[in-house]
């Protein structure tokens, strides 16, 4: 199972990869750690977005895409560029796309917590909210 967790940032959708195989975990390389969206307000960079994305699931075989959701409203909501390219990855055609919130994370880590600290990853610390979502996703969805 490839997990690719994503963390949406302005105009970027973060992206980390996880790939689970007989219960132990990988972190393959990948080609980008970000994909970005010029404009959101145009529709034409909105389809490349959405394109490139379905290009990097297809290459890496990714079987979930788990985005980070953000709040709708208060002083952490987000951004509508963000909202904009959360819609073009859930529109995306034969992809199992998953929002996941900040207290399901949490339940989901406290159950099952991270066997290694973020530093032994490799990952960039921008990268560590999107891990984050992925591995909860993948504890989330396993009894271990």
Same mark, same amino acid.
């Given at each position: 199972?490839?997990?690719?967790?994503?963390?949406?940032?302005?105009?970027?959708?973060?992206?980390?990869?996880?790939?689970?195989?007989?219960?132990?975990?990988?972190?393959?390389?990948?080609?980008?750690?970000?994909?970005?969206? *010029?404009?959101?307000?145009?529709?034409?960079?909105?389809?490349?977005?959405?394109?490139?994305?379905?290009?990097?699931?297809?290459?890496?075989?990714?079987?979930?895409?788990?985005?980070?959701?953000?709040?709708?409203?208060?002083?952490?909501?987000?951004?509508?560029?963000?909202?904009?390219?959360?819609?073009?990855? *859930?529109?995306?055609?034969?992809?199992?796309?998953?929002?996941?919130?900040?207290?399901?994370?949490?339940?989901?880590?406290?159950?099952?917590?991270?066997?290694?600290?973020?530093?032994?990853?490799?990952?960039?610390?921008?990268?560590?909210?999107?891990?984050?979502?992925?591995?909860?996703?993948?504890?989330?969805?396993?009894?271990?």
């Amino acid at each position: 199972m490839v997990i690719c967790g994503v963390e949406l940032s302005g105009n970027d959708a973060i992206i980390s990869l996880l790939k689970v195989e007989a219960d132990i975990f990988h972190l393959p390389d990948c080609r980008v750690r970000r994909v970005t969206c *010029q404009n959101p307000d145009k529709t034409e960079d909105l389809k490349y977005f959405q394109k490139t994305f379905a290009k990097l699931i297809q290459d890496y075989q990714i079987d979930n895409v788990v985005i980070r959701a953000r709040l709708k409203k208060g002083k952490f909501a987000g951004g509508a560029n963000g909202f904009k390219l959360e819609a073009a990855l *859930q529109l995306m055609p034969n992809v199992a796309v998953s929002l996941m919130s900040a207290t399901e994370q949490k339940e989901n880590l406290k159950k099952y917590p991270l066997p290694i600290t973020f530093a032994e990853t490799g990952l960039k610390k921008f990268q560590e909210p999107a891990f984050m979502a992925a591995f909860s996703y993948y504890a989330g969805q396993h009894e271990w």
